[in-house]
Each structure stands twice: as structure tokens, then as C-alpha cells.
């Protein structure tokens, strides 16, 4: 069982950074493969980022490529996104999600994760 807790978002202007935060309880965190996801208004829940359970191996969607960085901290059951250069467009909310008992590998489909949090709300102004 794995409980994960947002959080960070807020409003932030153009160009702008943020760093957003999932918490983790539950023994499974670290040998859970993580990701990040987002959906904004009237659109679908899309992939944003992933890292793998050890951390060594990341991967992003294009739309945040060299702008969004993510990471893990499996000592502390937590990981983090780290968003600079921020667009309007990467206005949503942002849910960080859990594959449980999974392979040093990276998931980036929704469905292939077992855990999700409540999100964050993320809102970049022009």
C-alpha cells in the first residue's frame, strides 16, 4: 500500500520556476517505479515525466524536455519535479502516481500505475 501526497503548485508567472513534491508512505515506495502526470481543464490526464525506482534512469514527454527535471529521494520516500521556464500551457493539475513492486524500469502510461495522489494545482500566467 502506497499513500502519495502533493505538493508546491501554485501561481507562478511566465518563465518562471516551481518545484512540486509527492510524499510517499508505505514500505513499497522504494521499489516503486514513479511518474508524473498532468491534466489540464477539458483535457486528458497526460505523461509529464517518470524515473525509475533506483532513480537511474528518467524519462519526459517532449512538451517539458530540458525544462522539467525530475528526481527521487528514497531514503526520505519522496520525489520531486522541478519545472523552470514555465508556459501558460503547462497550466493543470499535477498528480504524481506509483507502480508498485515494479522493475528497475520506467512506466509512463497511466494505466500501468497503481497509485496516484490527490494532484496540485499548477496555474502559470502570461
Known amino acids: 500500500q502506497v499513500q502519495l501526497v502533493e505538493s508546491g503548485g501554485g501561481l507562478v508567472q511566465a518563465g518562471g520556476s516551481r518545484r512540486l513534491s509527492c510524499a510517499a508512505s508505505?514500505?513499497?515506495?522504494?521499489?516503486?517505479?514513479m511518474g508524473w502526470f498532468r491534466q489540464a481543464p477539458g483535457k486528458e490526464r497526460e505523461f509529464v515525466a517518470a524515473i525509475s525506482w533506483s532513480g537511474s534512469s528518467t524519462y519526459y514527454a517532449d512538451s517539458v524536455k530540458g525544462r522539467f527535471t525530475i528526481s527521487r529521494d528514497n531514503a526520505k520516500n519522496t520525489m520531486s519535479l522541478q519545472m523552470s521556464s514555465l508556459k501558460p500551457e503547462d497550466t493543470a493539475v499535477y498528480y504524481c502516481?506509483?507502480?508498485?513492486?515494479?522493475?528497475?524500469?520506467?512506466?509512463?502510461?497511466?494505466?500501468?500505475?497503481?497509485?496516484w495522489g490527490q494532484g496540485t494545482q499548477v496555474t502559470v500566467s502570461s
Open positions: 508505505g514500505r513499497a515506495f522504494t521499489s516503486a517505479a
Open positions: 502516481a506509483a507502480r508498485t513492486w515494479a522493475a528497475d524500469i520506467l512506466f509512463v502510461h497511466a494505466a500501468e500505475f497503481n497509485y
